[in-house]
């Protein structure tokens, strides 16, 4: 089902708790809100859709990928780039990393660990930072 979008800070900054099972719809309701804002937004994470849980969405090319309790495990090659939020307005400079390796539970609850470079890996860093209650 499709969400509005939280734009409060104060809901935006709190830290994310740990997914269950319990939170599959989670799952299929910001892949539903990521598909309505499609022309605004290419990731999206549970805090922005009013849930308080460590779910995220990434737009992969075509295909959007739900990340539950992703942590970076790895990271290399930082760099300074401005990013902007469908929650926020404006842009906002931030440090990145260009390769970065994440586990996280896929949309089955299983495990997997997979590297991801340049833009893509860009969008995981900025919807993890949600998850922590950072603002970018």
């Not at 990271?75 to 390796?101: A, D, W």
Request: include cysteine; charge should be neutral; charged fraction near 15%.
């Amino acid at each position: 089902m499709i969400k509005p979008v939280v734009h409060d800070p104060a809901i935006l900054s709190q830290v994310a708790v740990p997914a269950t099972k319990l939170n599959a719809q989670t799952v299929t309701d910001l892949l539903d809100t990521l598909q309505a804002n499609a022309e605004n937004c290419v990731g999206m994470a549970a805090n922005m859709i009013g849930v308080n849980q460590q779910i995220i969405v990434v737009q992969m090319g075509p295909v959007a990928v739900p990340m539950v309790n992703p942590k970076i495990v790895a990271h290399q090659n930082p760099y300074q780039t401005s990013e902007g939020c469908l929650s926020l307005t404006g842009e906002r400079p931030t440090q990145r990393y260009k390769q970065i390796t994440v586990a996280y539970l896929d949309r089955n609850f299983q495990p997997q660990r997979q590297t991801f470079n340049d833009f893509i890996a860009q969008i995981i860093q900025h919807e993890v930072d949600h998850l922590a209650g950072r603002l970018i």
